[in-house]
Structures are given as structure tokens and as C-alpha cells.
């Protein structure tokens, strides 16, 4: 325990230097009622280094005065010293680690119950958070079953019993396990996220109608705010449905999971809420939409595809934290996870219900093929393209690690002979399993602070992955950006617009010296608070957030010349309408084009050679209404992320990452698509009927 020992060490010369001198009663006062209430503090809480009373311990010490030399002095300055007890770092609980059905199978049944560790949710006191349901700083899991109008006893998880056995055992009978389930699998989502962004994750703010449609562009940032609430904690209902479904709905801030009889003739039913796929997919969801709201719309066929690829990312990556499986993979596929399935598949159990012969979504898909991403159109076989090229990275990442291991195990051919592993050579490779798994994770989470805030696409994806990590990793010593430039090249997720494909060439490419605003660098580090990170109070990060949003968005407005504003994606021409294409939409007093600040975030990252990098990165958008062949009007919306570096001497704009509102081609573009084909009936589901929820039907057609 070093830092109790340090903390001694450090007390004890100035416990001396104290007792010396008798004489000089000021400052010593405060340092004996500090530890008269110390002693006290040990009394109570039952420390176990506390002497009986009576015994010239704690108890006694706190009406002792100290005198000089005598063994009053030497017992004040043991009883200045404590242990500190602080709250435990994680909360462990069981889950089932794929989905309940493995355990009914002999080959899984001793793999399937995992320990999940999550943070041990505390309050500034040291006082747990977490009430009975779970309810906690981030979630609450509220059990009532609408069908049956059933509410369920919510698990108090402090209770001794379950904080002396990690929780409830797994269960498909217990409905608290299912409440365990859902919050154990969730917190270890958020946590992955708040890793690898460096901030504290808040939930998209509800969106307050007032008697009329809401359009977020049509107000200023004041005006919007005041229309938009904080959602402090996600509801999560783990029997909300009886269907065969489970999603993320934006207007109820809720996560909602469905349960269905199996169909197999028996009387069993099949929880969604126990499979950790499903639970780490929808919680995704409401993650990324937290941060880009615009993702929801479909501009072109990429965006709803991502969101489900990228929920499926975290699923199948999150499955490389529980070791005992990762291990019996590695001896199944014997040292090859390119022949393991059971990690890879997805919701097996949802899948092998709904009568599939394969789990509902297989990373491991059909070998690469350069026509995959141009071939695919329906969401969920577009998205499996980019899982599958992800999981390829990871496993071309995993097999460069793990090289000089099997070449040491083979005798030098790098070929293991037939038997079964070593043990100790199965632990390794698990190891670097993880450890990649876990690399994997972080580069594909921390990538969205590098995405537009609107239209997204692969490509683009592929860019802010290379970009972020090249942004923090300087030497790329095990190829991982090199791992995804091919495999998503071999799935023919390339970016059009470059001449030539390399890791240099994918990056995102920083602003001119002369593009950059001047005095936008005295501006961000005099006024932009970047004080909310992982430790911070959620609630201070969003109004901090908001608070810094409208203090750039009044820079940007007084401060920024027409001709910069359009290396940022923005409009900021006093041109009249009738210009052709010109720019059509509300404008500011001064006749300007309005556009929207909605977030100024830090991201506080720490590269491998322990350099820690805080960044900002703000979101802006701008919408322009632009009439058709047809004549009819449509909203067409452009802006720019930008990534913005707080040092002395450098370029304040390291990334504008845009998409340029007053572009004509892709005002066309995006209104083609809304109008034909998938995007047609997609824009159907979505903006016609405002209580359509959109992940509810996107999920329909599992
Ligand atoms: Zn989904």
C-alpha cells in the first residue's frame, strides 16, 4: 500500500517539529483538533489498527495534550496518521457472458457466467450512489412490465449478501438479475467510452416541444437552450416490450428490451435483456447519439448502417474483457481466432430463435471482397461490411502480435503442431488478445470526436480512426494503422477524393496558417473551460459544454471573415437569396446567415509514452433551405467538427473536419437519396411521423 506509507512518512517530521515546541500554541491548535477528530473519525470506523480504550490508544489520545518528548507526543504523532479507506474502484458483478443458452450447452455452460467489474458509482462524500433498481448517476433501470402492468422488487446491489457474491448468481428466473444484468453491462459500456474520450459521456439533451415542431437550427444557441433539457440519467426497462425486439429511444431518453416465448414448443421465454450483445449494442446507441445528434438522419445510405456497425463494434470488442472466454476460443481455434466463433458472433441466442441457422449478425463474414461496401445497400448488410473490416484489422493486429510467440512455441516454423495448447501459452496469447482487442476499442470510440457533424460515410470513418490514433500514437510500432487502411481497402471502404491511399495521405489535413482566425488561440485558452473530464460532476461538464458553446458561437460571430468561414463549411455571405443557391434561411440581425455551436467538449487522451493531450473539439452546423426541380423546399445542412489545440505557438484549428453547407452537388446528392430507393422509404419512417422511433424500426427487421 504505498500511498498510506507515504502519507505517514510525510506526517510524521511536522508531528515532531510540533511537540518541540510547547510554547507556541497558535499553530499547534489546529494541527490537535485535526487529530482529536481523527482519532474519533478511527473510533467509530472500526479501524482495526485502533488500540482497545484505555490502552493509550485512539480513544485516549483525543483528550491527551501533547507535551514535549514525553510518550503523549510520540502517541499524537502515531495518532496522526490514519489509513485512508477510500471508496473500492470497482463494483463486481456476474453476468452472463454471451446469452443465457450457452449455458444450457455442456461445452459453454462453464464460460458463460462472467464477473463484470464497473465503477463503484460514489458521491463527492464517499457516499454510494447507487440506490436500489439499479438507480445510479447514469442509469436507471425501472422494471415494470407494460403488458402484464407487473413492477418488479428493483435489487438493492448494496445489500451485503449480493456485495459479498458480486451480485446475484445468473438466473433467467430472477427478474433482479435481469435489472444486475442491464446496468452491469451498460456502466462497463459507458466506461469504455469515458476511457477512450477522456470526458464524462452525457446522454443526448430531450429536446422540449413547445406547442409547435422544434427545429434546433431555426434559434439561436440561447433560444435552443432554452428548449433542450438535461438528461442526467438513461431509464433502461428491462421488460418493456413482449416482442422480439430491443432499442434505444431518443424522446424517452430509455433503453428498452423485449422478451418472446422461444418457439421451440416449450413454454420458455427468450430475454433480450440477458444477452450482453444486446445490451452493449443499444446502450451504443444512446451513446453515440449523445454525441452526434445528426447521425439519426439518413443523408445517404451509410448513416444508419453506421450506427448499427459501430454498436456492433463495441459488442464484439467488449466480449475480449472476459478472460475465460477469450481463453477457450484461443484453445478451440488452437492459437488462430480466425476460426473462433463463438466471440464474434453476435446475439446468439436472439438469432438461433428467430430460426437462423447463424447468430443474428456474423462479424466473420464472406472472405474480403473490393465490391463488398459498393454492393451492400440494406443497413444491416452495409453495416456488417464495416464490422467485418474492423474485426480484419483487429485480427491482422492480433496476428502480428502474436508472431514471435508462436515461432518461440513452434521451434521457429511459427506453425503449432496437433494437441492441444500449452496452458501458459494459451494465457499469452489471451493477453495479447485483450490487449489488442482493447487498443481496437479505444482507436474506434475516440474516432468519433474526428467525424462531421453531419452526412457521415465509411470513408470517413476510416479517416478519423487513422487520424485519431496517428494524433496520439506517434509510432505505429505494431501496424495498426497500416491493419486498417487494408482491411477496410479490401472491402472497397476507400475515400474517393484521394489520388493515393496511405496512412499520410488518409489524414485528416490541418488548416492553412492563413485560414486560421486570428486571435482564436488567445480565445480558446483564455475562455473555454476545460475543467470537466472523467472525475468532474456530469452536470458541470453540460452546463460547461453549453456555457462554452455560446461564448465561441459569439466569437465566431463577430470574429470571423466571410472567406475563413468557408474553409470551415460555413456560410457567413451577406448575399441575397436571390443569388443562385445562394443562401436561403434565417439570418442574424446584422443579415448574416445563422449558424449553431452545439458542443464545446475537452478530450483529455493519454498517448503510450504518457504524454496527456487535452483537445477541444466543438461542433457547429449551419442549414440552408434549397428548392428543388420540382420546386418543392428542402432543408439541406453543412458544418464543420472541429479539433481544436490549446498550446502556445501552434495553429489553433489542428482539424476542420467539414461538410460544406453551401455545396450545390451535395444538396442534389442528399436530396436524391431522400427521394429515391432506401432513402425514400427511410425518410418516410423518420421524418413524417414524429412518434416513429427510429431505432425501434430499424431493429424490426432483425
Ligand atoms: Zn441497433
Redesign the pocket.
Do not use: Q, S, V
Given at each position: 500500500m504505498p500511498i498510506p506509507e507515504f502519507t505517514a512518512m510525510a506526517k510524521r517530521p511536522a508531528a515532531r517539529k510540533s511537540a518541540a515546541k510547547p510554547g507556541k500554541r497558535t499553530p499547534e491548535r489546529p494541527v490537535r483538533r485535526h487529530a482529536a477528530r481523527k482519532a474519533q473519525t478511527v473510533r467509530r470506523g472500526k479501524q482495526p489498527a485502533a488500540a482497545p480504550p484505555g490502552a493509550g490508544g485512539a480513544s485516549q489520545s483525543a483528550s491527551v495534550r501533547p507535551t514535549a518528548g514525553g510518550p503523549a507526543a510520540s502517541a499524537s504523532a502515531t495518532q496522526s496518521r490514519k489509513i485512508l479507506a477510500p471508496p473500492p474502484p470497482n463494483r463486481r458483478l456476474q453476468i452472463f457472458a454471451t446469452d443465457p443458452g450457452s449455458s444450457r450447452r455442456l461445452k459453454t455452460a462453464f464460460l458463460n457466467t462472467a464477473t463484470a467489474e464497473v465503477p463503484w458509482e460514489t458521491a463527492p462524500d464517499s457516499r454510494s450512489l447507487l440506490q436500489p433498481g439499479p438507480v445510479g448517476e447514469y442509469l436507471e433501470v425501472v422494471d415494470v412490465d407494460p403488458a402484464s402492468g407487473v413492477a418488479y422488487e428493483p435489487v438493492d446491489l448494496n445489500h451485503p449478501f449480493l456485495l459479498a457474491q458480486d451480485g446475484l448468481p445468473p438466473s433467467e428466473g430472477n427478474p433482479q438479475f435481469h435489472q444486475q444484468m442491464v446496468y452491469a453491462v451498460a456502466m462497463q459500456t459507458i466506461r469504455h467510452f469515458e476511457q477512450a474520450l477522456g470526458r464524462r459521456v452525457l446522454w443526448a439533451p430531450r429536446r422540449i416541444a413547445q406547442g409547435q415542431p422544434v427545429s434546433a437550427d431555426s434559434a439561436s444557441v440561447a433560444q435552443t437552450a432554452a428548449r433542450e433539457a438535461y438528461v442526467r440519467r438513461l431509464r433502461i426497462s428491462p421488460h418493456g416490450l413482449r416482442q422480439a425486439n430491443a432499442?434505444?429511444s431518443p424522446q424517452k431518453a430509455a433503453l428498452l428490451f423485449g422478451y418472446f416465448p422461444a418457439g421451440d414448443g416449450s413454454r420458455r421465454l427468450v430475454f433480450t435483456s440477458l444477452s450482453h450483445d444486446i445490451i452493449a449494442?443499444?446502450t451504443t446507441?444512446a451513446l453515440l447519439d449523445g454525441l452526434h445528434r445528426r447521425y439519426q438522419e439518413p443523408t445517404n445510405r451509410d448513416v444508419l448502417a453506421f450506427?448499427?456497425a459501430f454498436?456492433?463494434i463495441v459488442a464484439i470488442f467488449q466480449h475480449f474483457t472476459f478472460p475465460e472466454l477469450l481463453r477457450f476460443q484461443i484453445e478451440q481455434a488452437h492459437g488462430d481466432l480466425r476460426k473462433g466463433k463463438l466471440l464474434a458472433e453476435l446475439a446468439q441466442e436472439f438469432g438461433h430463435t428467430l430460426g437462423r441457422t447463424d447468430a443474428l449478425r456474423s462479424a466473420i463474414g464472406t472472405p474480403p471482397s473490393p465490391g463488398d461496401y459498393a454492393a451492400a445497400t440494406e443497413p444491416h448488410d452495409l453495416g456488417t461490411v464495416l464490422v467485418s473490416a474492423v474485426f480484419d484489422a483487429f485480427l491482422a493486429i492480433y496476428a502480428r502480435r502474436v508472431e514471435d510467440l508462436l515461432r518461440i512455441a513452434s521451434g521457429g516454423s511459427g506453425i503449432l503442431g496437433a494437441g492441444a495448447l500449452h496452458p501458459d501459452l494459451v494465457g499469452r496469447l489471451a493477453d495479447e488478445a485483450t490487449r489488442a482487442a482493447r487498443h481496437v476499442l479505444t482507436i474506434c470510440i475516440r474516432a468519433l470526436d474526428y467525424m462531421p457533424p453531419v452526412d457521415p460515410t465509411f470513408p470517413e470513418y476510416l479517416r478519423a480512426l487513422i487520424t485519431a490514433d496517428s494524433d496520439l500514437v506517434a509510432n505505429d510500432r505494431y501496424g495498426y494503422r497500416v491493419a486498417f487502411l487494408e482491411a477496410f481497402g479490401n472491402r472497397g471502404i476507400i475515400p474517393n477524393e484521394l489520388h493515393t491511399l496511405s496512412v499520410g495521405s488518409l489524414r485528416w489535413q490541418t488548416l492553412d496558417e492563413a485560414a486560421q482566425p486570428t486571435g482564436l488561440g488567445n480565445f480558446i485558452r483564455k475562455e473555454i473551460n476545460i475543467s470537466g473530464d472523467v472525475q468532474s460532476d456530469r452536470y458541470q461538464s453540460y452546463l460547461a459544454a453549453r456555457v462554452n458553446a455560446r461564448k465561441l458561437h459569439d466569437w465566431l460571430d463577430k470574429e470571423l471573415q466571410p472567406g475563413i468561414a468557408r474553409a470551415l463549411g460555413l456560410d457567413r455571405e451577406l448575399a441575397g437569396p436571390d443569388k443562385p443557391d445562394g443562401y436561403v434561411g434565417r439570418r442574424d440581425c446584422n443579415g448574416r446567415p445563422r449558424f449553431e455551436v452545439h458542443s464545446v467538449r475537452p478530450a483529455r487522451r493519454s498517448s503510450p509514452d504518457g504524454d496527456i493531450r487535452t483537445d477541444i473539439i466543438a461542433v457547429i452546423t449551419q442549414h440552408r433551405d434549397v428548392t428543388d426541380d420540382a420546386g418543392a423546399v428542402y432543408t439541406f445542412r453543412g458544418g464543420c467538427t472541429l479539433v481544436l489545440d490549446r498550446r502556445e505557438g501552434m495553429p489553433p484549428i489542428r482539424y476542420s473536419i467539414t461538410k460544406p453547407v453551401y455545396s450545390v452537388a451535395d444538396a442534389k446528392r442528399v436530396r436524391n437519396y431522400q427521394q429515391t430507393g432506401l432513402g425514400l422509404d427511410l425518410n418516410a419512417l423518420y421524418f413524417e411521423d414524429s412518434q416513429s422511433e427510429p431505432?425501434a424500426l430499424?431493429?424490426s427487421k432483425f
Open positions: 432499442y434505444y449494442h443499444e446507441h450506427h448499427e454498436a456492433d431505432f430499424l431493429h
